[in-house]
């Protein structure tokens, strides 16, 4: 897990935005969400400036109580959260049966912690891309601690279009990432594109369950929740993830929710009842004090204004996805592992 301290947090909020103008960033950015009167089509149509927004205000927040990478595990008991994330993102590399000297691409790679531990774990290339400038230039930074930056780097880009040639990776995967997509088929697309023929894509996908209610208050509530502290022009279903793969030209090989059954739930960490001293920034009282010292640095200057806002959006997406952990109708790790077929008559 990353060590980042107060300072780290104070000097890195607000990302490559001017410091005074991450109020206004923030002002802009919760417009966009249906809790400020914001639309969801409004929000598919800006999608890129509202996810870089959301990315330049939280990164800093991220990395301060996640660490490097930047997602949920299903955890078994007396597995730590690091060491559950860990071992979801080796299974994922198993399953797209990497092989070293592969070259794969990371679809929305965050600040690159996923990147660095499948690479070292797979001995091979992998490409980050990501249309975030401040987080780019944070894992290339990372990448170079790690020893990795020889064989990994990033490509700032939009994920709906890439800068790759066709068929120029031998595996594909997206964590938690390819739900900013303001269209999941023309984002699958774009992946199958750039995918070589025979290869795999795996994904966990954020999604809402068939349990979620559209016609419930309550279910909205919870979904306009995470979608404004998560950065999302919209949640789709399971279901609907499933339909854009195949349209994309995917063979699906195997999909499951891998939320069900998971022996620790996932969103535990969030959970204000829940204690761990190896994941304390997390907890009730580790997010209070972050709070609170975020307050006192904004006050103080060290933080941008803004800060505190920033700091009360990802406290409602926590309580959002709380809730929808609880009540079985969100889900941040529905999986999936999909083939590109030899040809178009396969």
Same mark, same amino acid.
């Given at each position: ?11 890195g909020l607000g990302g490559k935005l001017e410091k005074n103008d991450v109020l206004s960033?923030?002002?802009? #950015?919760?417009?966009? !969400?249906? /809790? ?18 959301? #990315? ?14 930047? !997602? &949920? ?25 990497l092989k070293p000297g592969y070259k794969v691409l990371d679809v929305g790679c965050g ?9 070292? $774990?797979? #001995? ?9 400038? #401040? ?28 800068? &790759? ?35 795999? &894509?795996?994904?966990?996908?954020? /999604? ?9 208050? =309550? !279910?909205?509530?919870?979904?306009? =929740? ?14 609907? /993830? ?46 209070f004090i972050t709070k609170n010292m975020v307050k006192v640095l904004e006050f103080i ?11 009360? $959006? ?33």
């Amino acid at each position: 897990m990353s060590k980042t301290g107060a300072l780290d947090l104070a000097s890195g909020l607000g990302g490559k935005l001017e410091k005074n103008d991450v109020l206004s960033a923030v002002e802009k #950015y919760e417009k966009y !969400h249906v /809790c400020y009167g914001g639309e969801e089509e409004e929000r598919k149509a800006n999608y890129t400036d509202m996810v870089n927004k959301y #990315y330049d205000l939280v990164t800093s927040f991220y990395e301060f109580g996640w660490g490097e990478s930047f !997602h &949920f595990a299903p955890r078994w008991k007396g597995e730590s959260l690091r060491e559950s994330i860990k071992r979801h993102e080796h299974f994922l590399a198993l399953q797209l049966d990497l092989k070293p000297g592969y070259k794969v691409l990371d679809v929305g790679c965050g600040i690159g912690g996923p990147l660095r531990e499948i690479a070292r $774990f797979s #001995y091979t290339s992998v490409t980050g891309l990501n249309n975030n400038e #401040y987080q780019i230039s944070r894992g290339k930074e990372l990448n170079r601690v790690a020893k990795v930056d020889k064989t990994c780097d990033f490509v700032k880009a939009d994920f709906m279009k890439m800068p &790759f040639p066709d068929n120029s990776f031998d595996a594909v995967y997206a964590i938690e990432a390819t739900c900013h997509a303001p269209d999941a088929y023309g984002c699958y697309k774009e992946i199958y594109r750039v995918l070589k023929p025979g290869q795999h &894509f795996a994904a966990y996908e954020w /999604c809402m369950t068939d349990a979620f209610d559209p016609n419930n208050q =309550e !279910h909205q509530k919870i979904k306009a =929740e995470i979608e404004i502290g998560d950065g999302l022009p919209d949640i789709r279903l399971t279901g609907k /993830c499933l339909e854009a793969l195949k349209q994309a030209g995917f063979e699906v090989v195997w999909e499951k929710d891998l939320a069900v059954n998971s022996p620790l739930p996932w969103y535990l960490p969030l959970d204000k009842s829940h204690f761990s001293l190896s994941s304390f920034r997390l907890t009730a009282l580790g997010r209070f004090i972050t709070k609170n010292m975020v307050k006192v640095l904004e006050f103080i200057r060290l933080a941008p204004k803004g800060s505190q806002r920033v700091q009360d $959006f990802l406290e409602k997406a926590a309580e959002g996805l709380v809730e929808g952990g609880k009540k079985e109708i969100f889900t941040p790790m529905y999986f999936f592992l999909a083939r590109k077929p030899l040809s178009a008559t396969e």
